[in-house]
């Protein structure tokens, strides 16, 4: 927007602009352990959900989660 007055010699703008970042999460390393897996991976949100259960991290960038076997198999959701 760019807006002049009459006589006034001056003029104004704004400029706006908005950077929209898809959530991305990678699965980086899957380890079997005795008693469930050992998941490493690497994501740009703050929280995911990992077999109906939410996983908060402090801030953006690599983790490793410890999950117990689920007999129905794992599935994962994440968020921002």
């Known amino acids: ?7 006034s010699g001056r003029a104004t703008a704004q400029l ?3 950077v929209v970042v898809p959530p991305v999460m990678r699965v980086l390393q899957v ?3 005795k008693d469930g897996v050992e998941y490493r991976i ?3 949100t703050r929280s ?3 077999n109906g259960r939410e ?3 402090p801030k953006v960038g690599e983790y490793t989660l410890k999950m117990p076997s ?3 198999g794992t ?3 994440h968020g921002l």
């Not at 927007?1 to 006589?7: D, R, S, V, Y």
């Open 1 to 7: 927007m760019a807006e002049t007055a009459l006589g």
């Open 16 to 18: 706006g602009f908005a």
């Open 31 to 33: 380890t079997s352990l």
């Open 42 to 44: 690497w994501t740009n």
């Open 48 to 50: 995911a959900f990992f």
């Open 55 to 57: 996983y908060r991290f």
């Open 70 to 72: 689920s007999p129905q």
């Open 75 to 77: 599935y994962l959701i």
